[in-house]
């Protein structure tokens, strides 16, 4: 079982800037895909962006050139800097974990949600 923790939300102005980031521990066999999505208020959970084992990256139309994911390998974590934050940008961040087992079964873990709050 893969337990993930997040931490970095907060509030923030409009223009700012936070860094999230996420750390998975337990009995890790491989992680493949990690990502961050977000959930708004009344919306349906988002795709904000994700990375690759091999550090291919992919993101949001709404996070590009704004956002940058990284991971540490060795730390099995990911992170996620938002530059030039939106009160749009408000929502609670999911951290997500793709973990490869044995035989290649995939099994897909979701963090618990950080509050990001950018105010106008």
């Known amino acids: 079982q893969v337990q993930l923790v997040e931490s970095g939300g907060g509030l923030v102005h409009s223009g700012g800037s936070l860094r999230l980031s996420c750390a998975a521990s337990?009995?890790?066999?491989?992680?493949?895909?990690m990502g961050w999505y977000r959930q708004a208020p009344g919306k349906q959970r988002e795709l904000v962006a994700a990375?690759?084992?091999?550090?291919?990256?992919n993101y949001a139309e709404s996070a590009k050139g704004r956002s940058t994911i990284s991971r540490d390998n060795a730390k099995n974590t990911v992170y996620l800097q938002m530059n030039s934050l939106k009160p749009e940008d408000t929502a609670v961040y999911y951290c997500n974990v793709e973990e490869l087992r044995r035989g290649g079964i995939r099994a897909t873990y979701w963090g618990q949600g950080t509050q990001v709050t950018v105010s106008s």
């Open positions: 337990g009995r890790i066999f491989s992680i493949n895909a």
């Open positions: 990375i690759t084992s091999g550090g291919n990256t």
